[in-house]
């Protein structure tokens, strides 16, 4: 809370400067949250709407918040503002003109660069993210690398030698779990956009998101194939492919922990912790596992981030949207925020100590310093294709099915869907 009297400062010369001290007005906002974010979000705003006098008035819509906004602004009464379930909705709003553009009325300049490039169209600014949850990494446990003298891989050859080496070693260098009901496939479409991020690079990646380029490119093919670099490799993965089918995502990681270790290593995002610690309640973050970045495998891309993120936008312009705007932008309320959910602050100056361990410090920093972040490629696709072919294609070329009919499925799906 080191930085409130400041923040409020701000928002307070804000009112006044564009002669609308309204101590006693009204902002709407539409979420999704439910539950412990709900309760977290209206934590975060007690401490602006005690200052400014401005009262915040939730609408919690749940799943079904992308077709309320449509069908709001439709009959031309949205909210004053909103969060985006994802940047393509954001970006379907602001093409439409129901957007208000950020430029000049949000501070941003101490949020992560790379989250105001991902809420920007054509160097315009429409909308501001309050946190993230980051997937690229790799979960591991430093004991036990210490033990075997493994060193933590910073390429992807190196990866693939030290994939190598735990197998000579009698080892199983992967846990890799993809079941999660009918959400199943999942799992293994984050590897597939992590590794896309790589090997073809941001803009490609967009443009497959899109789908302005084929699932059957050569580019697309590149990226599952080395995906089945690990999931298809004798001896990589704990349980083979029948394991990586069948094994609940959230039980998945639990084989880092056994005496001795079952597997060696597991990609996951920064959620999964939870999962780690109900299971594992002894284990100290930190020391008994640890996580690195999901390393680099063409070096003109670098280590881009793949994750999602809490998106906010406004269809309103007035003087109480623009001191929420301003105020949600700032360390105050993400401190609030993400310390009371374990997610990563955007405002990269926030104060560490609000993360619960030094893990989840390790993932806000590099999210700080990220130059390139994308969100979650599937769920920025039509559900028919994120949610639906591209899982299924996944487990099918896990389970066996030629890459190249499972791309060609997924292609006709993306036809009719875009």
């Given at each position: 809370m080191?930085?409130?009297?400041?923040?409020?400062?701000?928002?307070?010369?804000?009112?006044?400067?564009?002669?609308?001290?309204?101590?006693?007005?009204?902002?709407?906002?539409?979420?999704?949250?439910?539950?412990?974010?709900l309760?977290?979000?209206?934590?975060?705003?007690?401490?602006?709407?005690?200052?400014?006098?401005?009262?915040?008035?939730?609408e919690?819509?749940?799943?079904?918040?992308?077709?309320?906004?449509?069908?709001?602004?439709?009959?031309?009464?949205p909210?004053?503002?909103?969060a985006?379930?994802?940047?393509?909705?954001?970006?379907?709003?602001?093409?439409?003109?129901?957007?208000?553009?950020?430029?000049?009325?949000?501070?941003?300049?101490?949020?992560?660069?790379?989250?105001?490039d991902?809420?920007?169209?054509?160097?315009?600014?429409?909308?501001?993210?309050?946190?993230?949850?980051?997937?690229?990494?790799?979960?591991?446990?430093?004991?036990?690398?210490?033990?075997?003298?493994?060193?933590?891989?910073?390429?992807?050859p190196?990866?693939?030698?030290?994939?190598?080496?735990?197998?000579?070693?009698?080892?199983?260098?992967?846990?890799?779990g993809?079941?999660?009901?009918?959400?199943?496939?999942?799992?293994?479409?984050?590897?597939?956009?992590?590794?896309?991020?790589?090997?073809?690079?941001?803009?490609?990646?967009d443009?497959?998101?899109?789908?302005?380029?084929?699932?059957t490119?050569?580019?697309?093919?590149?990226a599952?194939?080395?995906?089945?670099?690990?999931?298809?490799?004798?001896?990589?993965?704990?349980?083979?492919?029948?394991?990586?089918?069948?094994?609940?995502?959230?039980?998945?990681?639990n084989?880092?922990?056994?005496?001795?270790?079952?597997?060696?290593?597991?990609?996951?995002?920064?959620?999964?912790?939870?999962?780690i610690k109900?299971a594992?309640?002894d284990?100290?973050?930190?020391?008994?596992?640890?996580?690195?970045?999901?390393?680099?495998?063409?070096?003109?891309f670098?280590?881009?981030?793949?994750?999602?993120?809490?998106?906010?936008?406004?269809?309103?312009?007035?003087?109480?949207?623009?001191?929420?705007?301003?105020?949600l932008?700032?360390?105050?309320?993400?401190?609030?925020?993400?310390?009371?959910?374990?997610?990563?602050?955007?405002?990269?100056?926030?104060d560490?100590?609000?993360?619960?361990?030094?893990?989840?410090a390790?993932?806000?920093?590099?999210?700080?310093?990220?130059?390139?972040?994308?969100?979650?490629?599937?769920?920025?696709?039509?559900?028919a294709?994120?949610?639906?072919?591209?899982?299924?294609?996944?487990?099918?070329?896990?389970?066996?099915?030629?890459?190249?009919?499972?791309?060609?499925?997924?292609?006709?799906?993306?036809?009719?869907?875009?």
């Amino acid at each position: 809370m080191r930085k409130q009297l400041l923040s409020f400062s701000l928002i307070v010369a804000l009112l006044f400067s564009i002669g609308a001290m309204a101590l006693s007005q009204e902002v709407t906002i539409a979420v999704v949250w439910s539950g412990a974010e709900l309760e977290a979000f209206e934590k975060a705003l007690i401490p602006f709407e005690q200052e400014t006098g401005i009262d915040v008035v939730i609408e919690s819509v749940g799943r079904d918040l992308p077709a309320v906004l449509v069908t709001r602004l439709a009959a031309g009464n949205p909210p004053d503002a909103a969060a985006m379930p994802n940047p393509g909705q954001m970006k379907e709003f602001a093409d439409q003109g129901a957007l208000i553009a950020l430029n000049g009325i949000v501070d941003l300049s101490e949020s992560s660069a790379a989250f105001v490039d991902l809420a920007s169209i054509d160097g315009q600014v429409y909308g501001l993210f309050i946190s993230a949850d980051l997937k690229s990494l790799v979960w591991y446990s430093p004991k036990a690398f210490a033990a075997k003298g493994y060193e933590v891989p910073t390429s992807w050859p190196a990866l693939i030698d030290l994939c190598d080496k735990i197998v000579a070693d009698g080892g199983t260098p992967w846990a890799l779990g993809m079941e999660s009901g009918a959400a199943s496939g999942w799992v293994g479409t984050d590897w597939v956009e992590d590794i896309m991020l790589r090997t073809a690079g941001a803009d490609v990646y967009d443009k497959w998101v899109n789908h302005e380029i084929s699932w059957t490119d050569p580019r697309v093919e590149k990226a599952f194939e080395y995906f089945g670099q690990i999931v298809n490799a004798p001896g990589y993965v704990y349980g083979g492919a029948t394991g990586a089918l069948t094994i609940f995502f959230g039980d998945s990681p639990n084989a880092l922990f056994t005496d001795p270790p079952a597997a060696y290593m597991h990609r996951q995002a920064t959620f999964i912790q939870s999962f780690i610690k109900n299971a594992n309640p002894d284990l100290v973050a930190g020391e008994d596992y640890d996580v690195f970045p999901f390393p680099a495998i063409s070096p003109i891309f670098g280590n881009p981030l793949l994750g999602a993120g809490d998106l906010i936008s406004a269809f309103n312009d007035t003087p109480e949207v623009r001191a929420l705007l301003t105020y949600l932008a700032s360390a105050t309320a993400q401190e609030i925020w993400c310390a009371a959910l374990g997610k990563l602050a955007i405002n990269t100056t926030v104060d560490p100590s609000i993360y619960p361990d030094p893990v989840t410090a390790k993932a806000a920093d590099m999210l700080a310093e990220a130059e390139t972040f994308r969100f979650d490629g599937s769920d920025l696709m039509p559900a028919a294709v994120g949610a639906g072919t591209f899982w299924t294609g996944v487990l099918d070329y896990v389970g066996g099915i030629p890459l190249k009919t499972v791309l060609e499925a997924i292609e006709i799906s993306a036809v009719d869907a875009y």
